[in-house]
């Protein structure tokens, strides 16, 4: 079992920046955990990728945060991180972490609680 938490959520103008973290349980290299990226869902929206990002470091961004936000991630401490920079009102959502682990040939997927962005005009 792997547990999911997010933090470094909140309100934050237009133009400004926001930095979340996301801390899986399972410890060290041997974790298994491959992929860890950020999701997030507005009010009556389906959730939606916002960014991923490999144990080998390739990324993968929605075409609407290319540019403005970076992930990125510590393999050691199975953190990954989501430094948002250029927010817009847009962005407004709750951010959920996602982890993709293999573990004795199977796949298994992971979700935190979510942390709220608010992005105010």
């Known amino acids: 079992q792997v547990q999911v938490v997010e933090s470094g959520g909140g309100l934050v103008q237009a133009g400004g920046s926001l930095r979340l973290s996301c801390a899986a349980s399972?410890?060290?290299?041997?974790?298994?955990?491959?992929?860890m990226g950020w999701y997030r869902q507005a009010p009556g929206k389906q959730r939606e990728l916002v960014a991923t990002?490999?144990?080998?470091?390739?990324?993968n961004y929605a075409d609407s945060v290319k540019g403005r936000f970076t992930i990125s991630r510590d393999n050691a401490k199975n953190t990954a991180f989501l430094q948002m920079n250029s927010l817009k009102p847009e962005d407004t959502g709750i951010y959920y972490c996602?982890?993709?682990?293999?573990?004795?040939?199977?796949?298994?997927?992971?979700w935190g609680q979510g942390t709220q962005v608010t992005v105010s005009s």
């Open positions: 996602n982890v993709q682990r293999r573990w004795f040939g199977k796949d298994y997927e992971y």
């Open positions: 399972a410890s060290g290299y041997s974790s298994g955990i491959s992929s």
């Open positions: 990002i490999t144990n080998r470091g390739s990324t």
